[in-house]
């Protein structure tokens, strides 16, 4: 098994630039979470789905942000416009099932927004 | 607000020396996990503890349930360079909120 994959690993943008960050989950898993981890504030959960349907988007930090998941496979995080406060690095996480329980994390998409 | 508060933050120990983290809140959690997460990748999970007052053992690693499901501790016997990373405990509320803690920082000196 893969494990669960992100892209890009490195992303540096410039302040009002779009940012898309992708998540592809471990087959046959059905819960997947986005975090956002800094120095500052540590490990957020910003938004999962279950079964591809948002469940609870309550840390989403603003309007900037939004999340998708088309399908089982794919997910991905926006921010628009990007600023440099966003700079942190986001995980995505799926499970199956087990729901918080049994997470397994993606390595990470390290931004950078100057 | 952090549900969840680590001590220490911050660890710097000689391998072969013990140590103890502790992971605390004044909120009862249905279930709790630690996790350990080494530089430029994702926390990876340690271990799940669900009953108040269960203690579990990973090798070196001994977990432990407060028994009012508040806190909980993580024990490491004869700490190896391979323990250092950033420790992270994360419990499911009652209110099935997920939060992970502050994390602690260790670092194994050879």
């Known amino acids: 098994d893969a494990g669960v994959i992100q892209s890009p690993r490195h992303e540096v943008t410039e302040m009002g630039q779009e940012v898309t960050l992708r998540c592809k989950p471990i087959s046959g898993h059905d819960y997947l979470f986005w975090y956002r981890q800094t120095m500052m504030r540590g490990l957020e959960l910003l938004i999962y789905?279950?079964?591809?349907?948002?469940?609870?988007d309550s840390g989403m930090p603003e309007d900037r942000f939004s999340a998708k998941m088309p399908n089982a496979s794919f997910s991905t995080l926006k921010i628009q416009p990007s600023e440099p406060r966003d700079s942190a690095v986001y995980f995505c996480?799926?499970?199956?099932?087990?729901?918080?329980?049994?997470?397994?994390f993606g390595p990470g998409t390290r931004l950078l927004v100057l | 607000t952090q549900l969840l508060e680590q001590s220490p933050q911050f660890l710097s120990i000689q391998e072969g020396e013990n140590l103890t983290v502790y992971c605390n809140s004044s909120?009862?959690?249905?279930?709790l996990q630690w996790y350990r997460q080494e530089p430029g990748e994702g926390p990876v999970l340690l271990v799940t503890v669900v009953t108040g007052g269960e203690v579990k053992k990973l090798k070196r690693l001994t977990f432990q349930f407060g028994d009012a499901r508040k806190d909980s501790s993580l024990h490491i016997t004869a700490a190896q360079t391979g323990d250092t990373g950033l420790y992270l405990c994360?419990?499911?509320?009652?209110?099935?909120?997920?939060?992970f803690g502050t994390g602690t920082s260790l670092t194994v000196i050879p």
């Open positions: 996480a799926s499970s199956f099932a087990g729901g918080w329980e049994t997470q397994y």
């Open positions: 789905f279950n079964n591809n349907v948002p469940i609870d």
């Open positions: 994360a419990g499911a509320s009652t209110g099935n909120q997920f939060y």
């Open positions: 909120s009862v959690f249905s279930s």
